[in-house]
């Protein structure tokens, strides 16, 4: 058993990423993958952790991609250093810097008394997300849930949301191929495209060199997954899967189980290794 989508306080989860291979070792997986947005601060550390409890550590990201609907990329077997995913990273963590500092003054002028500076503290470093935001809120009072605190707020359309700088899906692809990368489409029900048009889009996804599809999310159920996992078939591309754990922000998922009920083989990291050009 493998898990291939976790979050750690490098971006928006809240354990650090040692804690990632320890959780997963606890469930029995074989590997883990750490997988924090537009970052791989991560990696080092989670690596020499798993190396202590026996469990693989998988490097790697998870890219917010340029779509109607959220389309985000999982870029698997990439490390921290030069190469040109990892330099396009940089920019993408400087402009997330400068997002959520705009976003401490705008939460500051819908009276919402939370700083910059706050946001960091409570994301132990600068790889601010917005479940650190929302923390923010429910420790103050001002809402009573992390849900809330999205559903109110954060969401995108609500009044604290602001966009953030995204990649191009082909740039995207193209980069994560050149740092000897493979790719996965992130959660695919996220993109909230009809069949038809969810079919178009995996259809030039895989033509510009995805490898993989989350069919076995955490979240999803096992008719979605089924879906998703025939949908992948169509186009030869790996059925992967992931808790998408972030700790107490999502805290109905676990690493290695997400709600209970997740299984992710161990054969389907050997399937994305071959896919490496």
Not at 98 to 105: I, S, T, V
Not at 116 to 133: I, K
Not at 171 to 192: I, Q, T
Request: glycine content about 12%; hydrophobic content about 40%.
């Amino acid at each position: 058993m493998i898990d291939l989508h976790t979050h750690s306080t490098a971006s928006d989860g809240s354990d650090p990423p040692e804690r990632i291979p320890e959780l997963a070792a606890a469930a029995g997986c074989q590997a883990v993958a750490l997988t924090d947005h537009d970052r791989l601060q991560g990696v080092g550390a989670a690596q020499k952790r798993a190396a202590e409890v026996g469990v693989e550590l998988v490097p790697g990201c998870e890219l917010s991609l340029e779509a109607r609907g959220t389309m985000h990329l999982l870029v698997y077997f990439v490390e921290p250093g030069p190469g040109p995913l990892q330099d396009s990273l940089i920019r993408l963590q400087q402009a997330r810097t400068e997002r959520n500092q705009r976003l401490a003054a705008r939460l500051a002028e819908l009276g919402l008394p939370i700083t910059y500076g706050e946001m960091v503290v409570e994301a132990g470093g600068d790889g601010v997300g917005r479940p650190h935001m929302a923390a923010i809120l429910v420790r103050k009072g001002i809402v009573n849930s992390i849900q809330e605190a999205f559903d109110v707020w954060l969401a995108k359309g609500k009044p604290a949301y602001l966009d953030k700088e995204r990649l191009q899906p082909a740039d995207a692809l193209a980069l994560a191929k050149a740092s000897g990368g493979v790719s996965v489409l992130a959660h695919p029900m996220s993109l909230e495209q009809p069949p038809d048009q969810l079919e178009r889009t995996v259809a030039e996804l895989a033509g510009l060199g995805l490898a993989g599809l989350e069919a076995v999310y955490g979240r999803y159920d096992p008719d979605q997954r089924s879906e998703l996992s025939s949908l992948a078939g169509r186009h030869g591309l790996v059925v992967t899967g992931g808790s998408d754990y972030h700790g107490s922000y999502k805290p109905d998922l676990s690493v290695g189980t997400g709600r209970g009920d997740l299984h992710v083989p161990d054969s389907v990291l050997d399937a994305l290794r071959q896919r490496i050009a």
